[in-house]
């Protein structure tokens, strides 16, 4: 059973920047697994940020073009944040399948307990 664990959370002021981590266990026949960030917002549906599937193909929703970048250590996966916004506050989760075809929350397996972001001004 693969087991998920983000760090890295915090409080930053508007425009500042922030780094999650995801580390994963548990991965006894470590393939690369597709891994994703996604958040959810008090009283909102939890929404994509970013993906990164296991050939390094990467997408990311809208909102977040331009200012964060999701990156990998083969199993470890990163969100750099960058020019957060008060939108940006939210609980973010680390995500993980073995083969998960859209940046949408059903693809996904595997989680992680969350790390809270809020972006103050």
């Known amino acids: 059973q693969v087991q998920l664990a983000e760090s890295g959370g915090g409080s930053v002021q508007v425009g500042g920047s922030l780094l999650l981590s995801c580390e994963t266990s548990?991965?006894?026949?470590?393939?690369?697994?597709?891994m994703a960030w996604f958040r959810q917002a008090p009283g909102k549906k939890r929404e994509g940020v970013a993906s990164?599937?296991?050939?390094?193909t990467i997408e990311y929703e809208e909102p977040v073009k331009g200012r964060f970048t999701i990156s990998r250590d083969k199993n470890s996966v990163f969100l750099q944040m960058n020019n957060v916004q008060p939108e940006d506050t939210a609980m973010y989760y680390c995500?993980?399948?073995?083969?998960?075809?859209?940046?949408?929350?059903?693809?996904?397996?595997?989680w992680g307990q969350g790390t809270q972001v809020t972006v103050s001004s």
């Open positions: 995500a993980a399948d073995w083969s998960a075809r859209w940046l949408t929350a059903s693809e996904y397996g595997f």
């Open positions: 548990g991965n006894t026949n470590r393939r690369i697994l597709d």
């Open positions: 990164i599937e296991d050939d390094g």
